[in-house]
């Protein structure tokens, strides 16, 4: 699939142009999230789509405030407004309440010398006023509307929020490219905006590769083992708020798998496969995706997630990334979170934006060797005083799903990280952080 309008692809050749000499045979994870970057190119079309209708696309041009916000002088607390400029320093202060000015219920009047206004928060400031002092700081004086102050609890001008102080018509409020999330749907809102450009959802076809594999309801006969890669795959991706088109199992057979390239690439802006790219399945797999486009293999410095194989494919005009992941379930996840989704969010017109890594003291020691960067499954826990930390799941190994299950976080080790001792800080990806 591809816009009419689509600005000219980057082909992996060009992403690839230009870099220092790699291995791809060790890859590093910080490289392959280059050239994935570099190559994946945002879907062009834009359309207009109702505010709530937008929580988690992506704004396709900026959004300029139509109006200043806020677009009246009011009151931050409640309390009393006055002309505070007009004060004499020190004494005290002694102001007639002349009226009320409740939010939506504005006071009418003028203030005069020696009157105030009692105000709430979110009120008009009265004319007359350019001062908030908060009732906790007033004294009334008995049942009488007179209240009296320190002069010197006051500084003119304070708890007083001004027109376009947050922001001023004509400036950006929405920057193309952001992934508008809830508090964007409020400020669209406080704009008074309905609708607002977004770039069309982009499509991602997926498919799992195996003779092994069965589907859930088919039964299975010793050897058989059912497929969980299109479930996570499918969970990753709906979270992404992608448009999803599975494709199925397909059996490790050259033809059958061309086929379902050429129909993904034809129907899709991604395709994202599983197995079939580990050595002894690699060479034909290779040589079919290399027939239908320019693809890459890649063993990468990671674990989980050593195979990988990243490209462009071309089918009767349409053209789409690949992205061929491993079979091992946690390794799909792993690879999924942290070669694809980005690539994703390039698609999808995003700005870029860096995961957030926390650091947090492991409960555990790791057994790490440098040279390539691990995603450990853990479980971030506050502590009994309310410290949090990390605990290493138990079992690591790539085809397991149940710890990726318990787990709620990446423990995040660099190349360069040797052995952890318990105790020690490491970076924590949250996985609700990761949408
Ligand atoms: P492969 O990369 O095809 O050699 O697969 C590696 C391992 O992952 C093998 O044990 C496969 O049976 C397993 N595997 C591959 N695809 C899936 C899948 N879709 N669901 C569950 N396990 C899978
Ligand atoms: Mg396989």
């Known amino acids: 699939m591809s816009d009419d309008d689509a600005t000219p692809m980057t082909t992996l050749d060009e992403a690839l142009a230009g870099l ?24 062009a079309a834009i359309e207009q789509i109702a505010v709530r209708s937008a929580l988690g696309r992506v704004l396709g041009r900026d959004v300029i405030s ?54 709430m928060t979110g009120a008009l400031l009265p004319a007359g006023c350019d001062t908030v002092i908060p009732q906790e700081q007033v004294q009334r004086e008995g049942d009488t509307e007179i209240v ?3 002069a010197d609890a006051v500084t003119p001008g304070r708890h007083v929020r001004h027109i376009g102080e947050d922001l001023a018509t004509g400036q950006p409020a929405l920057l193309s490219g952001k992934r508008l999330r809830p508090a964007a749907l409020g400020l669209l809102a406080s704009l008074g905006i309905a609708e607002v450009p977004v770039r069309r959802r982009i499509r991602v076809a997926f498919f799992s590769t195996g003779d092994e594999l069965r589907s859930v309801g088919e039964p299975l006969v010793p050897g058989n083992l059912y497929d969980s890669n299109r479930y996570t795959l499918y969970g990753m991706l709906q979270r992404l708020g992608v448009e999803i088109l599975d494709l199925g199992v397909v059996r490790d057979d050259p033809q059958a798998i061309e086929d379902t390239l050429r129909t993904a690439c034809r129907e899709a802006d991604a395709v ?13 797999t290779r040589e079919m995706m290399t027939r239908l486009g320019n693809v890459v293999f890649w063993k990468m410095a990671m674990r989980p997630g050593r195979p990988f194989a990243f490209g462009e494919l071309e089918s009767d005009g349409h053209r789409a990334l690949l992205f061929g992941l491993p079979g091992n ?5 792993a690879s999924f979170y942290h070669l694809v989704r980005d690539g994703l969010f390039v698609l999808m017109g995003a700005e870029p934006q860096a995961t957030p890594r926390l650091p947090v003291p492991t409960t555990t020691a790791i057994a ?26 138990d ?18 080790l660099d190349t ?20």
């Open 395 to 412: 079992a690591q190994s790539a085809g397991i799903l149940r710890t990726m299950s318990e787990a709620n976080c990446f423990v995040t």
């Open 148 to 150: 009296t102050f320190a």
């Open 272 to 284: 994202i496969t599983s197995g079939g790219v580990s050595v002894g399945e690699a060479d034909y």
């Open 329 to 333: 379930p946690a390794a799909v996840m």
């Open 416 to 435: 360069a990280r040797g052995n952890v001792a318990a105790g020690e800080l490491v970076d924590v990806i949250v996985f609700d952080g990761l949408v």
């Open 20 to 43: 220092p000499a790699y291995d791809p045979d060790d890859m590093t994870v910080e490289l392959a999230r280059t050239i994935i970057a570099r190559t994946a190119q945002p879907v």
């Open 368 to 393: 790490k060797r440098p040279g390539r960067t691990e995603f450990l499954r853990g479980i971030l826990a506050a502590d009994a005083q309310g410290r949090w930390q990390v605990t290493v799941a």
């Open 66 to 119: 139509p109006l200043d916000v806020p677009a009246f002088e009011n009151a931050a607390m409640d309390g009393y407004a006055f002309a505070g400029t007009a004060l004499a320093a020190g004494g005290k202060v002694r102001l007639r309440v002349a009226g009320r000015s409740f939010a939506g219920r504005p006071f009418d009047g003028v203030a005069g010398s020696g009157e105030c206004v009692r105000i």
